[in-house]
Structures are given as C-alpha cells and as structure tokens.
C-alpha cells in the first residue's frame, strides 16, 4: 500500500482528497501541523505528496524545496493558483506535476498512479528520520541540518540511528555496542566513546551542540 502525504490547508478539500485516495486503498495522512510540515514527512515516509501552494507559516515552494534537500519522492502540486509562473516555480522548486483546482477526482487518481508507477519502478528510496529539524538520510549516511551536511562512517550512523529511533530515551552503553558489534567491528567501552566524541564534533561543526547528551553510568539521548 502506498503512502500519500496531503499538504492542504483547506479542510473540507482536504478531508475530500483524503476519503477519495483511500477509497483507492492508499494510506493517507492530511498535514496537521503547518510549521512542522518536515516533521511530519519524514515520520509518515510517503512515497507521494500532494502539495498546495497558499499554506500557513511558509508556502508550498519553499516545503517542496526542504523535501528536495532529503528525498527525491514525488512532489505533485494541487493548486488554484494554476497561472503559468506558479506552474514554472513548481517544477523549478522540485515539483513533477501541477494539477489545477478545482479538479476532476478521477484525474487525480489516474495522475497519482502514473506517478507511483515511474517512480517506483527502479529501486529503493531514502530512509529518514528527524529530530528537531536535523534529519538523519539512512540510505545515504548523512545528517543534515539547516542547509549543512555531516558525513557519517558506519559506526556513527549506527550509534545516531539508535538514538533517534528512540527519541527522548536513554540507550544504554551496552546497546549502542550491541548494534555496533553487527556491523562486524570490534567494540568495547574505549571505541564507544571515541566513536561518540568524533560524531559530537562533526555535529557542532553543522550547528548542532549539545545534540548527544551523556548520561553518567548509563548512556546517551538525543536533545
């Protein structure tokens, strides 16, 4: 089943979009939060937004430029604003189809479907997770955070990928050591905290201090 992220202010055109793609047997989710709209992407994971341009806070534009930082998945714009420049800005900013409001639902559907089919039919797509804006590209071993990246080896994606699939928890010493042990390299107390120690540094070098916090005896969490 497909993952279909609506980025509609209007609930009533939302809501409608909504019930009709599920009726098509998508998984869909309606954006609730207008200035957490990265957020909320990269913690669905859609393979496909649908994307006004007039929305709350920033446009759709700018969203369409973030998701392009991360991820190359589908971006179609629904919009009224359907005059020639905003079609041109729309694919200039990293969008793949612009449909005009108001529109015909099954035109929606058999456009939606085109676009899964194109895109979906070579491999895979990132992996994201994100924390307080830094989002964290699993497929591409790298943290980026307000427009600068820090590359990662293994050993430091693995310990960051830990940390920020448990948001808000402390992990253990021996569990960061468990995870890097799969990785088949040899891991103890010592190579644990340099590993740590060189992830902070690359980490404040993108602006992110204070990103790990140590907890004594114990282990780590994120900030």
């Avoid at 009224?80 to 529109?103: L, Q, R, T, Y």
């Avoid at 830094?134 to 307000?146: D, G, M, S």
Wanted: some cysteine; glycine content about 4%; charged content about 25%.
């Amino acid at each position: 089943m497909y993952r279909i992220f609506i980025v509609e202010d209007d609930e009533v055109i939302a809501r409608n979009m909504k019930k009709h793609l599920q009726g098509w047997d998508y998984e869909v989710k309606c954006a609730a939060d207008f200035s957490r709209i990265m957020a909320e992407f990269t913690d669905f994971a859609p393979q496909l937004v649908l994307m006004d341009i007039k929305l709350p806070f920033y446009n759709g534009y700018y969203w369409c430029s973030e998701i392009r930082k991360v991820s190359q998945v589908p971006v179609i714009f629904v919009s009224s604003a359907s005059e020639n420049m905003n079609i041109v800005m729309a694919v200039n900013m990293g969008g793949d189809d612009f449909i005009a409001k108001p529109f015909d639902p099954e035109v929606l559907t058999v456009k939606i479907q085109a676009m899964l089919r194109r895109s979906y039919d070579f491999a895979g797509q990132s992996i994201l997770l994100e924390h307080k804006g830094a989002i964290l590209n699993l497929t591409e071993a790298a943290l980026l955070y307000h427009d600068r990246k820090a590359e990662l080896t293994k050993n430091e994606l693995r310990i960051l990928q830990v940390l920020m699939e448990n948001k808000e928890k402390v992990v253990s010493r021996e569990t960061l050591m468990t995870r890097l042990w799969e990785s088949d390299s040899y891991v103890d107390e010592n190579t644990l905290s340099v590993n740590v120690n060189r992830l902070r540094k690359k980490l404040e070098e993108i602006g992110l201090s204070d990103f790990i916090i140590t907890k004594k005896g114990i282990g780590y969490r994120i900030g």
